[in-house]
């Protein structure tokens, strides 16, 4: 039976990969690099604002951190999916739009392999691309018939990347682990730009910049753990993602349509091998405080600012090529603070209040993309969550997490999203591997 539960986790991992490539957000920043990054945290981090590289236990699925795999008890499955659904207010220029949106977010596993290693798989979001909005304006002022032309550009884009993925923590030494994750990274998108105009001598343009990305990716991390004195443990965690070539051809293709005679003429072009990921570092480190409040702090850095991105320089030359190319300084160096803190009222007492965990985070992101000429939107979130134990009469350790986030990104003269998001997450943590006695 338990052979047969295994191989249909497996399978639920496998099938929702598929789901992970549809969109999840209609932002329109997602159109700039490889889209709206995402966060990559699970229910029980959720209410933190994503802590993870100095949190460790063996109650939970780190995938931030693998080296926190190690953890995870001989008596232990894990398995941690999770879903979410928010409202995003958007704001230009004194005008405001609403727009809701909900999703699957990941389905985790992990369980002890051998002594001292826990293994780890499951299947996360990476990037999300998904928009659609327009920019109009009215020009040439026709005396005669008192109106105007009007030239408008529509905007749309869909798709995103995510990863499958493996990994292993061992414990080295005691309190020092160290793990990895290798993943199968993948993804694609379409991303369309549509230029008409009532003017019939204005011909109208369609742009579509698409790209279908298989490759790998490769993270690594390392905790210490050390007891302070009898009621405070601290964590330190590192980590480190590898930089490296994803290839991909990005392809661009225009179509350029006589609104005279109707007839039309496309024009492609393309970049092989287009696409990076950054070099990506962390440091991070939490206190436990008597096994009650557990309060840390991280710092993630990703090396964006040197990769160049495909774009288009110049109009169709004579070899009928579109001008499309690697430019860099599209691309900005990535920097990320977040601050959290559980707290448990009673883990050991009676009341079932006093069971429950309690959390709270906020974190500042710069941005990793430029916006035309200017830096793109910084983000600020903020976040609130419970992790309420599920009860019954032969296992106390499953989870139900519960949780909501606040996100706003911003900048100077640009759009201005507020996002709410409502998060939950249920961790399944059975003790599969036990041997029961009859008397």
């Known amino acids: 039976m338990k052979k047969r539960i295994f191989s249909g986790l497996l399978l639920a991992v496998v099938s929702l990969s598929s789901v992970a490539q549809v969109s999840t957000t209609l932002s329109p920043y997602s159109q700039f690099g490889l889209g709206v990054l995402a966060d990559q945290s699970q229910g029980f981090n959720r209410g933190m604002n994503g802590l ?40 230009e220029n004194g005008r405001r739009l609403n727009s809701k949106t909900a999703n699957f977010d990941y389905a985790v596993a992990a369980f002890r392999l051998l002594p001292k290693v826990g293994f780890s798989f499951g299947v996360m979001p990476y990037s999300n691309v998904g928009y659609d909005f327009y920019s109009a304006k009215y020009t040439n002022w026709d005396r005669q018939y008192a109106s105007e032309s009007y030239y408008n550009v529509r905007y749309n884009g869909d798709g995103g990347f995510s990863q499958v993925f493996v990994g292993m923590g061992w414990e080295v030494l005691k309190g020092l682990s160290v793990g990895a994750n290798v993943s199968y990274f993948w993804g694609k998108y379409t991303k369309d730009i549509m230029i008409y105009s009532s003017d019939t001598y204005v011909n109208t343009q369609t742009k579509t910049y698409s790209t279908s990305i298989s490759s790998y990716k490769l993270d690594f991390g390392l905790q210490y753990q050390q007891a302070l004195d009898k009621k405070n443990l601290l964590t330190v965690g590192a980590t480190v993602g590898l930089g490296h070539n994803l290839g991909g051809q990005a392809s661009m293709s225009m179509v350029s349509t006589n609104n005279q005679t109707s007839v039309s003429q496309t024009t492609r072009d393309s970049i092989p091998d287009a696409f990076k990921l ?32 495909p774009m288009q320089t ?28 559980d707290w448990i009222p009673n883990p050991t007492g009676r009341k079932f209040l ?44 499953s989870t139900l997490n519960i949780s909501a986030q606040w996100v706003n990104r911003s900048a100077d003269n640009l759009i201005r999203e507020n996002s709410f998001r409502l998060n939950i997450g249920l961790t399944f943590n059975e003790r599969w591997f036990a041997k029961w006695k009859v008397d």
């Open 354 to 397: 006093g069971h429950v965990h309690y959390r709270f985070g906020a974190s500042y992101a710069t941005p990793y993309y430029n916006v035309g000429d200017v830096k793109g939107p910084r983000e600020l979130s903020i976040s609130a969550g419970f992790g309420i134990p599920l009860v019954n009469t032969w296992n106390n350790r």
């Open 314 to 341: 110049s109009n169709v030359t004579a070899d009928h090529k579109l001008g499309y190319q690697l430019v860099g300084n599209q691309l900005r160096d990535r920097h990320k603070v977040t601050v959290g803190a």
């Open 278 to 309: 950054p070099l990506t570092l962390g440091i991070g480190a939490s206190v436990r405080h008597n096994n009650r409040l557990t309060v840390g702090a991280d710092y993630t850095f990703q090396k964006w600012g040197s990769i160049d991105y």
């Open 52 to 91: 993870a590289l100095g949190m460790r236990s063996g109650k939970i699925v780190n995938v931030q951190n693998p080296a926190s795999y190690s953890a995870v008890d001989s008596l232990t499955m894990i398995f941690d999916v999770g879903v979410s659904g928010q409202i995003t207010n958007f704001k």
